[in-house]
């Protein structure tokens, strides 16, 4: 199993350990809290999440979430944002 302290950005073999699925497409609720997440990497391939957690993690800015169109919750509590544009849209 993958060291959730040791996670720096976000993999697609990564997402798929964690959900336990083998397709990104049918991944709709993703807890990726406390991981020591750094970057968002390859969460925009899960183009149908509606829940993401990413509260406490090592997150400054965060990239590509305005591709995710069916989000409904998104969680980004205790991180290091700095940087919101993505979502300006929402």
């Known amino acids: ?47 149908n999440l509606q829940v993401l957690d990413l509260s406490h993690n090592n997150l400054l800015i965060i990239t590509g979430i305005d591709a995710l169109k069916d989000i409904k919750v998104l969680s980004l509590a205790y991180n290091k944002l700095t940087i919101v544009d993505a979502l300006k849209g929402c």
């Open 1 to 47: 199993m993958v060291d959730s302290k040791t996670v720096k950005s976000v993999t697609p073999l990564y997402l798929k350990t964690v959900s336990q699925k083998f397709d990104l497409m049918t991944i709709f609720l993703l807890d990726l809290s406390r991981r020591g997440i750094a970057q968002l990497g390859s969460i925009v391939d899960c183009q």
